[in-house]
């Protein structure tokens, strides 16, 4: 005999939207993946280094190196092998290392802990508070560079867990002071000088290129072996000034001005050399339409004249075709009732590989096309040479790219900023910037309002440089 059940009162079936929702949410929860104990841990220290004040001028990167020496002691690492060392008060740098073999040697991971200077007023958060929002995670430092210290960091404790007893000595670098390419030489080169036996390398990775996204897509992955040189000059008029009442045409800031504006117009020649000549003809094949043309136009003996104006109003190509000089500062007169006695200007330049140094200054008077504007660099440059294409590496780079992100290419670079990698250079360490994050190349925030990644590029970034620095510290 068969059993009738009554049905429920009308009133107490769950509405029909409900259900649906209650489908799509037990859907994302069944989808989405818990992190893994290694990537919990790589998030932590992230935060860590994000929440410690670390500006250049102000902050405190002796506090992030004890910090990352605590967690790497914790680990078990020896005392001898996970050093802080200090050139002066609230200056710290870290150095750590897995011991090998000896079979090859050593690969020295570099990153910096120094940040660039951010607001509270300038921000949507509190730039020294790691904040989690719709899939980023933002905070100053987050991308440059605190991704990698948190990563190599991370990284070195799951090798000591593992076991890993790599074929050569794994050393990870925590400097200070690259944000100003360590002009008051407490970083890197301090190392170099004073405890270069602690570092030395057959080569170094760096910060200096990444994945690129393309509204979400990944599109290439940057191998950097160059990077331009950085130099600012200080451009000054002087003259006698006098009362406000009584103006004349001899104005020190329209004088300034005048130069400036004459310097905005202009576009230094343009000049591409292996590597640049290889970023193209490579990011061509990746493009369609007349994006693609202009750059096998750009790429060929003799580029057209269209196509080179068409990149060179895109910024970030831009600055690979070509030496770029900006104004930067700006300063003049004394007081509102006063004609200026003095104005001033910062020009940063990021000047091509190779190009003289000396030819820049002389091409900025002539371009400034005024006597009164005098023009003295501020510094001195450093000049470095490119490092080799390593086939080693770029071979396993090329491996894990696929696997990670399949179907784009690996493209050597040349980075328009600059980094402490030209100070390895010169120190016969070849030093290549391949950081494996994933970014949009055309929302770059490193340095500005609401640096940001996204949590998931973090994540497949930290076991991609795992992975990686894994093969090239195996057995040959």
């Not at 339409?289 to 003996?301: E, N």
């Not at 076991?463 to 090239?472: G, S």
């Amino acid at each position: 005999m068969a059993t009738v059940v009554a049905a429920p009162p009308p009133s107490r079936r769950p509405p029909r939207a409900l259900l649906f929702i209650l489908a799509i949410a037990a859907c994302q929860l069944a989808t989405a993946q818990p992190l893994t104990p290694h990537q919990k841990l790589a998030r932590e220290i992230h935060r860590e280094l994000v929440e410690i004040n670390t500006v250049t001028a102000t902050g405190d990167t002796f506090q992030a190196a004890n910090a990352m020496a605590a967690r790497l002691r914790a680990a078990g690492f020896a005392a001898e092998d996970v050093q802080v060392l200090s050139p002066a008060p609230r200056k710290g740098n870290l150095v750590a290392r897995l011991r090998g073999t000896g079979a090859r040697r050593p690969i020295l991971l570099l990153a910096h802990l120094d940040v660039v200077e951010a607001r509270r007023e300038d921000w949507s958060f509190d730039p020294f508070k790691l904040v989690e929002q719709e899939g980023y995670l933002y905070g100053r430092g987050v991308s440059d560079d605190k991704y990698m210290a948190a990563a190599f960091v991370a990284n070195l404790i799951r090798y000591r867990q593992e076991g890993f007893r790599p074929a050569r000595d794994i050393i990870v670098a925590l400097e200070t002071d690259e944000e100003i390419l360590d002009r008051n030489v407490m970083g890197i080169q301090w190392l170099l000088l004073h405890h270069r036996d602690l570092i030395d390398a057959e080569f170094a990775l760096n910060e200096g290129a990444s994945v690129g996204l393309k509204n979400g897509k990944p599109l290439r992955s940057g191998l950097q072996t160059s990077e331009k040189v950085n130099l600012s000059y200080r451009l000054e008029v002087k003259n006698r000034g006098g009362h406000s009442s009584i103006p004349t045409r001899d104005n020190a800031i329209y004088h300034l001005a005048e130069g400036l504006a004459r310097l905005a117009r202009f576009d230094f020649p343009l000049k591409l050399n292996e590597t640049t000549r290889a970023f193209f003809e490579r990011s061509a094949r990746l493009e369609s339409g007349q994006l693609a043309s202009d750059m096998r136009s750009i790429a060929s003996p003799q580029p057209d004249a269209d196509a080179v104006a068409r990149l060179s109003a895109i910024p970030i190509y831009n600055a690979q075709l070509r030496t770029t000089c900006v104004a930067t500062q700006l300063e003049g007169g004394h007081a509102p009732n006063a004609l200026p006695q003095t104005a001033r200007a910062t020009v940063n330049c990021r000047i091509l590989p190779g190009e003289p140094v000396e030819e820049v200054l002389r091409t900025l008077e002539r371009v400034l096309a005024d006597k009164q504007i005098l023009v003295e660099p501020l510094g001195k440059p450093t000049l470095s040479p490119p490092s080799p294409l390593n086939p080693e590496i770029l071979g396993a780079a090329e491996r894990l790219t696929e696997e990670f992100w399949p179907g784009i290419p690996v493209i050597p670079t040349m980075l328009a900023a600059a980094t402490d990698g030209s100070h390895l250079r010169n120190a016969g360490i070849p030093t290549y910037g391949h950081s494996g994050l994933a970014g949009e190349i055309d929302d770059i925030r490193a340095h500005g309002k609401d640096e940001r990644i996204l949590a998931k590029s973090f994540d497949e970034g930290h076991e991609y440089l795992y992975r990686l620095v894994k093969a090239l510290s195996s057995g040959p």
